[in-house]
């Protein structure tokens, strides 16, 4: 007789348990796609923290500011979005005065970024701090740079460090 009790309110108790189940979900409570937090975390201006090309440092950036700029696109998350570079860029240059960047596809938009896609295209690794106030980026230009740029000169593995407020 108990067990008769208990198997009739097993219907009950699986629809209540759906119900909770699906009320639980609302629309909307999707997590933002990677690539809009993280350009929320680039686009803003970075001022030159340190440059060197292989283990030598380079004082001939000393003023210089990347600003990283653009509006998330659904159908485009990977971008391109924008940036351009400020300040003292020297001549020869690893640095346009400004192009566009996207994300790397896949697994790679969380550690990679192409600058300048389809022309004088570089993939940059990067690392942001905890904080998102230090920008890490690592690169190797394999040409002449930019400027009037000579190879000697710009030529290999790039590392900038960039800060902000």
């Known amino acids: 007789m108990i067990i008769m009790k ?4 097993i219907p009950l108790v699986l629809v209540l348990a759906v119900t909770v189940l ?7 409570d999707d997590p933002d796609p990677f690539e809009k937090v993280q350009l929320a975390k680039f686009a803003k ?5 340190s ?27 990977k971008g391109p979005y924008q940036y351009t570079v400020n300040g003292t860029r020297p001549n020869p ?14 697994e790679g938009a969380k550690t990679t970024i192409i600058r300048d896609s389809g022309t004088n295209e570089v ?3 990067y690392v942001l701090s905890a904080d998102a106030k230090t920008l890490t980026l690592n690169f190797t230009v ?3 740079g930019w400027a009037g740029s000579r190879t000697n ?3 290999g593995n790039w590392e900038f460090i960039f800060t902000t407020n």
Do not use: Y
Request: overall charge negative; aromatic content about 12%.
């Open 153 to 155: 000169e710009v030529e």
């Open 142 to 144: 394999a040409g002449t």
């Open 93 to 106: 240059s690893p640095w346009p005065a400004s192009g566009s960047w996207s994300f790397a596809e896949g």
């Open 123 to 125: 993939q940059m690794s």
């Open 45 to 49: 201006t970075w001022t030159i923290s």
């Open 22 to 28: 699906f009320s639980s979900c609302k629309p909307g």
């Open 51 to 77: 440059a060197k090309l292989g283990s030598t440092v380079r004082d001939d950036f000393s003023t210089l500011s990347l600003v990283i700029a653009g509006t998330f696109n659904t159908s485009s998350p």
């Open 6 to 9: 208990f198997l009739r309110n």
